[in-house]
């Protein structure tokens, strides 16, 4: 078990670029959560994977930003157009079915110039 | 809707001294409760959780939580604070399978 790992660590993208982060969760967890931090606050919900389905979103996830789990293990989390505003820490976790303990990656943190 | 309310932003205290971090939350049903701790620059890791049962939950690094449906409140203390527990802790709670709603954090720092 090595944990939930996010690449890259770090970002820094100039305004209307795209970017695309990966989340590798703990291999026998079938549960997929992304979520954004930004300074000063908690993290907030973006959405949710249930083996490759995605079945939350939250309204914070404009039609900029996608999320894909296409075989149920690894996903990506992409924002096309980025903007000064999308500058933020972006977590991934991971659980597993009949338990609700979220395990968290290091995160991926972008800076829009 | 659910939502995590921790009224402190910042606390300080002094190394060996007792420590409370409060937590209110608003949440329909019986809640799933946590408590995070996050470095600088690092994720977040779990110090503690309450499903049901005994209110009073144990975790890791000598921290505990007691569970309080009446104050729907679920604080975290630690009797003696270390130095090394100087960081940002973040209270919880989440439905069953799905999001968890997070507070906007408690720093605390450590004075020698």
Known sequence: ?113 | AQSVTQPDIHITVSEGASLELRCNYSYGATPYLFWYVQSPGQGLQLLLKYFSGDTLVQGIKGFEAEFKRSQSSFNLRKPSVHWSDAAEYFCAVGPNAGKSTFGDGTTLTVKP
Request: glycine letters at 8%; charged letters at 25%; one cysteine or more.
């Open chain 1, 1 to 113: 078990d090595t944990g939930v790992s996010q690449n890259p660590r770090h970002k820094i993208t100039k305004r209307g670029q795209n970017v695309t982060f990966r989340c590798d969760p703990i291999s026998e967890h079938n549960r997929l959560y992304w979520y954004r931090q930004t300074l000063g606050q908690g993290p907030e919900f973006l959405t949710y994977f249930q083996n490759e389905a995605q079945l939350e979103k939250s309204r914070l996830l404009s039609d900029r930003f996608s999320a894909e789990r296409p075989k149920g293990s690894f996903s990506t989390l992409e924002i096309q157009r980025t903007e000064q505003g999308d500058s933020a820490m972006y977590l991934c976790a991971s659980s597993s079915t009949g338990n609700n303990e979220q395990f968290f990656g290091p995160g991926t943190r972008l800076t829009v110039l």
